[in-house]
């Protein structure tokens, strides 16, 4: 990504929303959105910076403590969610054609995304006048108490590319479902369909300054947002790196967050498994989004009764996926997302055969027709690799497989575990008590078996150990943007001894 004048007049201009009112930088800078497909730029977004976030986090903290929105009931909260709803419906080819040309993901993959969104906007649209208090049988006379909820104030949310809009809405649905507002900072990578989708909020009815979007740099728009004394909060998805980085800062202010990080998940083959149900399981667990998706199922674990045939079937089914447009109803694997990212990947190509993993398939930039101007990998696979290579223990965030043998249950549940990540893990089996006790000893957020990279607005999501801080999704997230209050009422007003706790 590089910055260009803002004379180049050949670019589509997208730009930011802050209190309702569409804004260019302070500064007037702006930045190339690429598009991975043809490697080269496709519109221009602000390069947002301190000024801008200052100017965003103003808008949220005047909506949140003297706009109409401090004044709404929770239930009219709900029902403007469900307006915003059946507008995302009806904007879901625009916003998948946005993500699609931003980030180079399959368009049925967006397209499937961008329809699902509207049920996060339902779910906690409908939970808003269901943050119940209650009343507690205090143990002291005379008094009454009664526990409380409240929203935090103003939300910072700060996203990855991957799937842009998908993991803001897990952020946006249940903040403002509590009464919250929010300043998001999307992904300079794919900011777009945030900028399009900010604008449905005006047109929902929402009031100004309760969604305001800056886009730029993290460290010149993310970090500002993190720093700024009136964010209460900040959720996060995105690389450790980053993630780390926020943390710190956030923690010199006692901020709090929720941290949504990286993975190297195991997918778990069985001798008693399904096969061709897994084989099936094992591709879309990373090759499908080219494999950029925190829950990547990066490392196979396959019995040694099953390994040799059952990796003969995955290289010869991945030898059939076809490269190419991410909007041609039959590509299979699309590109990468940025230049960066393609370095990267072939950076840990390189890394694994240096450490001795054997390439099985792929392990190179493609040169299939349509696939040499944009960011392609072929869907590489390595075999015997050992759990303590580099490989097997970093996020790579691209189309590699590393294959990874056991013979027993204890050494696959040893190997599953052994990693600092802890975000998702599946498990092939058809035995029943397998099936019901590898669950719990696996070290994971999200645990599938039979299955793989499932997720629902009902079903909580995040990480154990460094692949994050919290959850999203379901009833408790709600809480994740909510204080606890605590009120006593003296009946009988009057203190015994002042010198003493009551
Ligand atoms: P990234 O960490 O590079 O960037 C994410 C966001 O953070 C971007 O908006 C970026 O501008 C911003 N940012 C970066 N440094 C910052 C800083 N110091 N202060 C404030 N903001 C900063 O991540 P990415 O490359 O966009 O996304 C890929 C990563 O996201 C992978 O590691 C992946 O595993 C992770 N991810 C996690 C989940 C999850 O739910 N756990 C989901 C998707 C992606």
Same mark, same amino acid.
């Given at each position: 990504m590089t910055t260009t004048p803002a004379s180049d007049a050949a670019l589509e201009r997208f730009t930011m929303v802050i209190g309702s009112e569409s804004r260019e930088a302070a500064d007037g800078r702006w930045l190339e959105t690429m598009n991975p497909y043809t490697g080269r730029p496709w519109a221009l977004i602000p390069r947002g910076g301190a000024a801008d976030i200052d100017r965003a986090v103003t808008a949220a903290?005047?909506?949140?403590?003297?706009?109409?929105?401090?004044?709404?009931? &929770?239930?009219?909260? *709900?029902?403007?969610?469900?307006?915003? /709803?059946?507008?995302?419906?009806?904007? /879901? @080819?625009r916003l998948a054609d946005l993500e699609v040309r931003d980030n180079g993901k399959l368009r049925v993959e967006m397209l499937g995304q961008m329809k699902y969104l509207p049920r996060w906007f339902q779910y906690y649209g409908g939970l808003a006048d269901k943050i119940e208090g209650s009343v507690t049988p205090i143990d002291k006379p005379n008094m009454f108490h009664y526990v409380t909820h409240e929203p935090l104030g103003v939300v910072g949310a700060i996203t990855p590319w991957n799937?842009?809009?998908?993991?803001?809405?897990? $952020?946006?649905?249940?903040?403002? &479902?509590?009464?919250?507002?929010?300043?998001?900072?999307?992904?300079?990578h794919a900011s777009v369909s945030m900028l399009a989708l900010a604008r449905l909020f005006d047109e929902a009815g929402f009031p100004p300054g309760v969604v305001n979007v800056v886009t730029g740099l993290?460290?010149?728009? *993310?970090? !500002?947002?993190? @720093?700024?004394?009136?964010? /209460?909060?900040? /959720?996060?998805? *995105?690389?450790? !790196?980053? *993630?780390?980085?926020?943390?710190?800062?956030?923690?010199?202010?006692? $901020?709090?967050?929720?941290?949504?990080?990286?993975?190297?998940?195991?997918?778990?083959?069985?001798?008693?498994?399904?096969?061709? =149900?897994?084989?099936?399981?094992?591709?879309?667990?990373?090759?499908?989004?080219?494999?950029?998706?925190?829950?990547?199922?990066?490392?196979?674990?396959?019995?040694? &009764?099953?390994?040799?045939?059952?990796?003969?079937?995955?290289? =010869?089914?991945?030898?059939? =996926?076809?490269?190419?447009?991410?909007?041609?109803?039959?590509?299979?694997?699309? !590109?990468?997302?940025?230049?960066?990212?393609? =370095?990267k990947v072939l950076d840990y190509i390189a890394i694994a055969e240096a450490e001795g993993a054997r390439c099985v398939l792929g392990g190179r930039r493609s040169s299939r027709p349509g696939c040499t101007e944009g960011w392609f990998v072929e869907p590489t696979i390595f075999a015997d690799v050992r759990n303590d290579m580099r490989v097997a223990r970093e996020e790579v965030f691209g189309p590699i497989l590393s294959v990874i043998r056991f013979e027993t249950e204890e050494e696959a549940i040893a190997i599953a575990n052994d990693t600092p990540f802890g975000l998702a893990a599946g498990v092939w089996t058809r035995d029943l008590a397998r099936a019901m006790t590898m669950p719990k000893r696996l070290r994971a957020g999200t645990v599938w078996i039979n299955a793989y990279r499932v997720v629902s607005f009902l079903a909580p999501f995040g990480g154990f150990k460094e692949s994050g801080i919290g959850r999203e999704n379901g009833q408790a997230a709600i809480m994740e943007y909510l204080e606890t209050k605590s009120v006593f009422i003296n009946a009988r007003p009057g203190v015994a001894n002042p010198f003493t706790l009551q």
């Amino acid at each position: 990504m590089t910055t260009t004048p803002a004379s180049d007049a050949a670019l589509e201009r997208f730009t930011m929303v802050i209190g309702s009112e569409s804004r260019e930088a302070a500064d007037g800078r702006w930045l190339e959105t690429m598009n991975p497909y043809t490697g080269r730029p496709w519109a221009l977004i602000p390069r947002g910076g301190a000024a801008d976030i200052d100017r965003a986090v103003t808008a949220a903290h005047e909506a949140f403590t003297s706009g109409p929105w401090s004044r709404m009931t &929770a239930s009219d909260r *709900g029902l403007l969610m469900y307006r915003l /709803a059946e507008l995302i419906a009806a904007n /879901a @080819e625009r916003l998948a054609d946005l993500e699609v040309r931003d980030n180079g993901k399959l368009r049925v993959e967006m397209l499937g995304q961008m329809k699902y969104l509207p049920r996060w906007f339902q779910y906690y649209g409908g939970l808003a006048d269901k943050i119940e208090g209650s009343v507690t049988p205090i143990d002291k006379p005379n008094m009454f108490h009664y526990v409380t909820h409240e929203p935090l104030g103003v939300v910072g949310a700060i996203t990855p590319w991957n799937s842009p809009l998908l993991l803001t809405v897990w $952020k946006l649905a249940p903040a403002m &479902a509590a009464g919250n507002t929010v300043v998001v900072k999307p992904s300079e990578h794919a900011s777009v369909s945030m900028l399009a989708l900010a604008r449905l909020f005006d047109e929902a009815g929402f009031p100004p300054g309760v969604v305001n979007v800056v886009t730029g740099l993290g460290p010149e728009a *993310g970090e !500002p947002l993190v @720093e700024h004394p009136l964010v /209460a909060r900040i /959720a996060f998805t *995105g690389g450790n !790196p980053g *993630g780390r980085k926020i943390y710190e800062a956030a923690a010199r202010q006692f $901020k709090r967050v929720l941290l949504e990080l990286g993975g190297k998940s195991p997918n778990i083959v069985f001798d008693d498994a399904d096969l061709d =149900a897994a084989v099936k399981g094992v591709i879309s667990g990373i090759f499908a989004a080219g494999g950029q998706t925190c829950m990547a199922g990066s490392r196979l674990l396959l019995h040694a &009764a099953i390994h040799d045939r059952f990796l003969e079937a995955l290289v =010869a089914r991945m030898r059939e =996926a076809r490269l190419g447009d991410p909007n041609a109803a039959d590509t299979d694997v699309g !590109p990468v997302a940025t230049e960066q990212q393609l =370095a990267k990947v072939l950076d840990y190509i390189a890394i694994a055969e240096a450490e001795g993993a054997r390439c099985v398939l792929g392990g190179r930039r493609s040169s299939r027709p349509g696939c040499t101007e944009g960011w392609f990998v072929e869907p590489t696979i390595f075999a015997d690799v050992r759990n303590d290579m580099r490989v097997a223990r970093e996020e790579v965030f691209g189309p590699i497989l590393s294959v990874i043998r056991f013979e027993t249950e204890e050494e696959a549940i040893a190997i599953a575990n052994d990693t600092p990540f802890g975000l998702a893990a599946g498990v092939w089996t058809r035995d029943l008590a397998r099936a019901m006790t590898m669950p719990k000893r696996l070290r994971a957020g999200t645990v599938w078996i039979n299955a793989y990279r499932v997720v629902s607005f009902l079903a909580p999501f995040g990480g154990f150990k460094e692949s994050g801080i919290g959850r999203e999704n379901g009833q408790a997230a709600i809480m994740e943007y909510l204080e606890t209050k605590s009120v006593f009422i003296n009946a009988r007003p009057g203190v015994a001894n002042p010198f003493t706790l009551q």
